[in-house]
């Protein structure tokens, strides 16, 4: 039943472009969904592995960046008469490497971050994001620094008369739509498969995993190569939709963002994240049409935030669920939940 | 009966859509972006202040081609996606034919493929970077200068000054470094010697290490390119560890006047760069402009430092203002050509668009006037060179 | 060689209002482990109290500080009453998220009241600095400097020699046995997040005569104390103190002689450093880890 509901609901969002022709709606979608992809994979990593990273922004960025430069082109002295380049290359090749980079940069920041858990961690992520973004800032010769990257190419596809070119909002939307779905198919097999499990036990119990011979690092470092990419992926679409990137990408306010998507919206869930981010998306938006005062907008935002996190603490999606499933059984279904909360460290 | 009150509801909602629909009819609109929250909300509210001031005496005098305008102001958060967020909005929703923004080049560069996409002329009030008049976008006019001109202006003050050696002092963004480059650039085709550059986190307040290397480098004069809250806590820092050089700020976000308040006696002696100098507006291009403009926003209680930014949103509005009026409709092709041979007598000065870019996509870039003034005893005063 | 010690100087004066922002948060985020998202916009709060006693109300300079730190630990008693209560045993980025949110809507409210425009604090200590030889430092920042060792000392008599103290350290240790003692585990909670916060306050009320006040000058400060806690280990107030010294060094030598553009990412280069090789911070004792 909920997997028609699935492909019925992204059916219904494919045909949005038909239907809305208000080009302003489209980009609240679109910019949503680069989020929501985001979020996604967030929620790999803080859901499904249970490791606080408030340093995901920096996979997105990553993407973002090395994106736009294979696109770009650049060229950069590696030693005073010694210089490494790259030509331009068309965008979706541009965004494979922004995919790969991601990964192989979830590899190794993995590797190195999980020597440390719980709120160590927590540092070590923000800390390597704030390191990312200084780097894009400082190394002029290759980011433009805070001059920004711009004029990036849009993506196209095929050639001659058969070419299909991303600028316009409708098919933009599309890729997005089209991108997602793909992403939640990825991680939603995953998660269902052992590798997934395996995370999930090591994020119940982590010294009672590793007791039943699960290599913990392992799976951590593989759930953040997964998450990385697919941040990477959202970056990569973030470049060739806004078009300019500059160091401002590794906001903090965007892992905010996408925090507050992934645990208002309910961490573990594959739905989740998508509920979260489509709340949070519009909702500056519907705060911004109100026309109340700028700073009001935001004090709103904070305590909507604060009440659903209070009032659903494990998020909408789970509190959905579990009213579902306790008008049918009668309770069970939320005693075993809150049986597998894990243990207060 | 029960169906009443939500029929008289929709009723009450259905007229109040027409009449406001019918009101909008009678504007025209001109959209503005800027950042009234987030870091640089105190320079963006100054800006959206003045355009306001603009908007309303426009308005009083009949406004523009039969109709009154009317600004649709948005926030865009000091954040690039969302810059793009607001034109979109803007552009799609609002239909304005014209806009102002969006502050910082980081912010203005972020919105201009949206321009290029919709067609829709913007009026840069602020940004200083080079590159936004150098991309081959034919819909910017820029009416702020670029660090370039503002180098360039000063240079035969640097014999005048007999300036030897000077530091630099810059934010580490593209404002901080543009000015830095273009500054050191003309220092050193002008007879001078460059002592030492550091840079500075936007968001930092001690600068401890950066002005005990100053001091160390033996410049006579320190050039600091930053927003007002950093420049105050320069100036005291670097009389509190007694660094002895002639300060000079550039980039125009300096408020002299909140520099006195605030930072008191460190302020004396120093010298910064305006593109408005609210203290004796007889001097500016167009005097009665800029009385007219101060008197306004004196009259409105509004902040008095925030005078020297205020009035890029009030020149903004009017040329904004003369584009469509040139252009005899408020349609953003038709103001985007007639804006090249408008001439607005602003407070930046005799306003007009020259070309600068690529062949066939330049962007429009005015040359205001540039001005140096210096504190002495707690007054801004003009400089004697 | 003035240089170095002018850095040298500059160093130890920063140090001890770094280590003021991190005892705080080594009270709530070590002990508690609460991701205190509020914790700079309490050190922003501290500083807008002190402007609007001294500016406004006319209160005497250093009557103002001792307001300041009360209604600092105040604001952190009630936020810890209305938000945090509830959530006593959720998950760590449950709180996180009201944390967050609370930090939202405590940073816009104060740009409503008060603008983004910086606002500055009079102090009554001459504008001239003190001069020692070829070195020199203002008058402000010297008592900065005495109040904040004062403060590290009263915290460090409180939590380890009073009962109150005795009683934090049982609660965070062991809280059932603790509850069974007789220790009013709510009361414990709040008044550890209200010490945390009043130390944030009062370091703002320090430091906002000395910089200026804007809505987000708490952001940089809880960056830093997010810094100290990790470097001088969760939890350990001695570690919080010397971090914060290590902290002024590593940014002051680092800025001055390696890169002044870096010199607010010394922190968290030094993070990774010290995580990479000693996870559980320099000086915690049996952390372990996670």
């Known amino acids: 039943m909920s997997r028609y509901f699935g492909w019925l609901l992204v059916a219904f969002l494919a045909s949005v472009p038909l239907w809305m022709h208000d080009f302003y709606f489209l980009h609240v979608l679109i910019t949503t969904g680069i989020f929501i992809i985001a979020a996604m994979s967030l929620n790999l990593l803080l859901g499904y592995t249970g490791q606080l990273s408030l340093g995901h922004v920096a996979f997105f960025g990553i993407g973002a960046y090395t994106s736009a430069l294979v696109s770009l082109g650049f060229q950069i002295h590696v030693l005073p008469d010694f210089t490494i380049g790259l030509a331009p290359k068309p965008a979706w090749f541009a965004m494979l490497a922004a995919v790969a980079v991601a990964g192989l940069t979830g590899y190794a920041i993995g590797k190195l971050s999980f020597r440390v858990r719980g709120a160590y961690f927590v540092i070590v992520s923000i800390s390597f994001a704030e390191v990312v973004r200084l780097v894009a800032v400082n190394w002029v010769e290759l980011t433009q620094g805070p001059m920004a990257l711009n004029n990036i190419p849009v993506l196209r596809l095929g050639a001659g008369p058969l070419e299909l070119s991303f600028l316009r909002k409708p098919e933009f939307y599309l890729l997005v739509l089209a991108v997602a779905v793909v992403c939640y198919v990825v991680i939603a097999r995953l998660v269902n498969s052992r590798a997934g499990r395996a995370m999930i036990a090591l994020r119940e119990n982590e010294s009672l995993a590793t007791s039943v011979g699960i290599d913990v690092t392992h799976y951590l470092v593989l759930a953040t190569v997964v998450s990385a990419a697919i941040a990477g992926v959202a970056g990569a679409l973030y470049a060739h939709y806004i078009r300019i990137v500059d160091p401002d990408i590794f906001l903090f306010i965007y892992t905010v963002t996408m925090v507050i998507m992934v645990i208002t919206g309910g961490k573990g869930t594959l739905a989740g994240p998508i509920v979260g981010g489509a709340l949070f998306g519009f909702v500056p938006e519907i705060l ?58 | 009966m029960r169906k009443l009150p939500g029929l008289m509801a929709t009723a009450v909602f259905l007229t109040g859509f027409v009449v406001t629909g019918a009101y909008a009819q009678e504007t025209i609109k001109i959209g503005v972006t800027q950042p009234l929250t987030g870091a640089f909300a105190a320079s963006g509210n100054y800006v959206a202040q003045g355009a306001k001031i603009a908007e309303e005496e426009i308005n009083q005098a009949g406004g523009v081609l039969g109709k009154k305008i009317q600004l649709i102001t948005e926030d865009n958060k000091s954040n690039p996606t969302e810059a793009v967020s607001t034109v979109e909005k803007l552009i799609t929703k609002d239909k304005v034919p014209v806009l102002i923004g969006a502050w910082s080049s980081t912010l203005t560069l972020a919105v201009m493929p949206k321009l290029e996409e919709y067609k829709v002329p913007m009026i840069v009030e602020t940004s200083s970077s080079g590159k936004i008049t150098t991309s081959g976008n034919p819909y910017i006019f820029r009416i702020s200068p670029t660090s370039a001109m503002e180098a360039k202006a000063f240079q035969p003050l640097v014999k005048k000054m007999g300036i030897k050696k000077a530091s630099f002092l810059y934010t580490n963004n593209d404002f901080g470094i543009g000015s830095a480059n273009e500054y050191s650039n003309m220092l050193k085709t002008n007879g001078a010697t460059v002592g030492v550059m550091e840079t500075m986190d936007p968001k930092a307040t001690d600068f401890s290490a950066q002005l005990a290397k100053i001091k160390a480098s033996g410049s006579d004069t320190l050039f600091v390119t930053t927003a007002v809250e950093q420049l105050t806590l320069i100036l005291k820092q670097a009389k509190e560890q007694q660094v002895k050089v002639r300060i000079i700020s550039c980039g125009g976000s300096n408020s002299p006047d ?32 800029s009385k007219r403009y101060m008197a306004e926003w004196k009259k409105r209680g509004h902040n008095v430092g925030g005078l020297t930014e205020g009035f890029r949103g009030f020149d903004g509005v009017y040329v904004a203002v003369a584009g469509i009026k040139a252009a005899g409709k408020a349609e953003p092709e038709a103001i985007r050509a007639a804006l090249w041979g408008v001439t607005v007598k602003g407070i930046y000065g005799d306003i007009h668009f020259n070309k600068e870019g690529p062949a066939g996509k330049e962007s429009g870039q005015n040359v205001p006037v540039v001005y140096l003034v210096t504190i002495t005893n707690g007054k801004v005063v003009k400089t004697s060179f | 060689m003035d240089e170095l010690f002018q850095h040298f100087l500059n160093a130890i004066i920063l140090g001890g209002t770094y280590a003021l922002l991190g005892i705080g948060l080594t009270l709530i985020f070590g002990i508690m482990r609460v991701v205190n998202f509020t914790h700079g916009e309490l050190y922003a709060f501290g500083a807008y109290c002190m402007y609007a006693l001294v500016m406004i109300f006319h209160v005497n300079f250093f009557l103002a500080l001792a307001l300041a730190m009360a209604m600092g630990i105040l604001m952190g008693a009630a936020l810890e009453m209305l938000l945090l209560n509830r959530l006593r045993g959720a998950d760590i980025d449950t709180t996180m998220l009201v944390m967050i949110g609370a930090w939202i809507v405590m940073q816009n409210m104060e740009q409503f009241i008060w603008s983004g425009v910086a606002l500055s604090i009079n102090s009554p200590f001459p504008a001239n600095p003190l001069v020692l030889g070829p070195l020199s430092v203002s008058w402000n920042r010297v008592y900065v400097f005495i109040i904040a060792l004062a403060l590290i000392g009263a915290t460090y008599y409180l939590v380890n020699r009073t009962r109150l103290g005795k009683a934090m350290r049982a609660t965070f240790q062991d809280r059932d046995t603790a509850a069974l003692m007789g220790i009013r585990i709510d009361r414990i909670h709040t008044a550890t997040f209200a010490l945390g916060s009043g130390l944030a306050a009062a370091a703002g009320a320090l430091l906002g005569p000395v910089f200026v006040v804007t809505p987000t000058m708490g952001d940089l400060a809880a960056s830093k104390a997010f810094a100290i806690v990790i470097l001088g280990g969760l939890g350990n107030i001695t570690g919080a103190t010397l971090g914060g010294f290590i902290l002024a060094f590593v940014e002051e030598l680092g800025a001055g002689y390696i890169s002044s553009g870096y010199r607010d990412a010394m922190g968290f280069l030094l993070i990774i450093l010290i995580l990479l090789m000693r996870p559980t911070g320099l000086f915690a004792q049996k952390e372990r880890i996670g």
Request: aromatic residues 12%; without cysteine.
């Open chain 1, 288 to 345: 911004r049409a109100m026309e109340i005062e700028p700073e009001l907008q935001w004090v709103v935002y904070g305590v909507l935030m604060i009440l659903v996190v209070y009032f659903l603490p494990r998020g909408i999606v789970p509190a959905i669920g579990g009213y579902f499933s306790g008008q049918k059984s009668g309770g069970t279904a939320e005693a075993a939940t809150t049986a597998a909360e894990p243990v207060q460290k």
């Open chain 2, 258 to 289: 909140q520099l006195i308040e605030q930072a008191g006696d460190a302020a004396n002696g120093s010298y910064h760069t305006a593109f408005f100098p609210p203290w004796f507006p007889e001097v500016t291009k167009n005097p009665e402009v």
